[in-house]
């Protein structure tokens, strides 16, 4: 009897939560906004189908097995005359479906994003909050060190870092060791952002009245910037974190497509670029124009919900 009462507490505590967010100002600004509805549905389908793509795919890009080069460079929508197969999206010039590769590679891609977002994510709110709440010598280096790297472009920094970690790898180890690699040098060119952003609202909340309380009883200084201050300043780096997962994924296009990301036997959406591009003057043009409409939604989708998220969630700009 009593487990069946705490179900229904369990549910009823789920239906109050769901009504609540049902009810908030977010959820309405949400609603409002067309564009950002599109967008979130878009972005939700690629990554819903990147996810599935091993059991939603019509053809495994990965099996050498279930290629036909007899159906390389088939165009959309039409029949190979050689093997009678017909293709939704054409085959690039291996035989390989490129709706398949393309379901594939953004499941790449967005790994590559969502984890370099994190690791910037996770270095720059440590630096930015012990930079605030320490001062000092630790605030001067950690700042000066993000202000020089920020003069450089981060693309760059990125390459600078997976240049110097492929260095340190064997020649042998260098394909099974792009993927780590990638995220790496994507997520610590992205760190200075979070890490200044931080800091800034470290210098405020170290000031308040809470935290001079928690220290009056006796709590070391990592405890509160853990426990106290870190919580407090999660706002502005979920909206970073947004507009970062934009970046961090052309970031990978880019390294990809100047040959420096992953290679071609397990290709990502730049990948697919790179090899798209060197076929479009001899009039293949699906090989390149579908992968790169998948990027171009998929970073326009995440940037207008990073935007909006912004602006719903700044007070200073007035669109609650």
């Known amino acids: ?6 179900d229904r507490a369990l549910v009823h505590g789920i239906g109050a939560r769901l009504a609540a967010l049902r009810d908030s100002d977010l959820a309405h600004a949400f609603v409002r906004s067309p564009l950002v509805v ?3 549905v878009a972005l939700a389908m690629i990554l819903l189908l990147g996810l599935l793509a091993p059991w939603v795919a019509p053809q495994d890009p990965f099996d050498p097995a279930a290629l036909d080069l007899m159906d390389g460079k088939t165009p959309p929508m039409t ?11 054409g085959t690039d010039d291996q035989g390989r479906d490129v709706l398949s590769v393309i379901l594939h590679g953004s499941r790449i891609s967005l790994l590559v994003g969502f984890a370099s977002v994190v690791l910037s994510a996770v270095v720059g709110m440590a630096l930015g ?22 003069t450089f472009p981060s693309i760059l920094v990125a390459l600078m870092i997976f240049g110097v970690a492929k260095g340190f790898l064997p020649p042998q180890a260098h394909v099974d060791a792009a993927l780590p690699v990638l995220i790496l040098s994507l997520g610590l060119s992205g760190w200075p952002q979070y890490a200044r952003a931080v800091r800034g609202l470290t210098l405020v909340e170290r000031g308040k009245d809470y935290v001079s309380a928690a220290r009056l009883i006796g709590l070391g200084p990592v405890r509160i910037m853990l426990r106290h201050i870190l919580p407090n300043v999660l706002g502005p780096v979920l909206v970073l974190s947004t507009l970062g997962l934009a970046h961090a994924i052309v970031g990978e296009a880019t390294l990809s497509f100047l040959g ?11 990948t697919l670029i790179r090899v798209g591009q060197e076929y479009i003057a001899s009039g293949e043009w699906w090989i390149l124009l579908f992968p790169a409409l998948t990027l171009l939604a998929l970073s326009l989708s995440v940037n207008v919900l990073g935007d909006w998220l912004r602006d719903v969630l700044d007070p200073r700009l007035g669109r609650r």
């Open 1 to 6: 009897m009593s487990k069946a009462v705490s």
């Open 79 to 89: 029949t190979n005359a050689f093997t009678g197969h017909r293709y939704l999206l």
């Open 38 to 40: 599109a967008s979130a």
């Open 129 to 150: 909050v012990l930079a605030g709440y320490r001062g000092g010598v630790i605030d001067a280096l950690v700042m000066r060190l993000a202000d020089v790297q920020l």
């Open 260 to 270: 420096v990301g992953m290679p071609p036997t397990t290709p990502s959406l730049g």
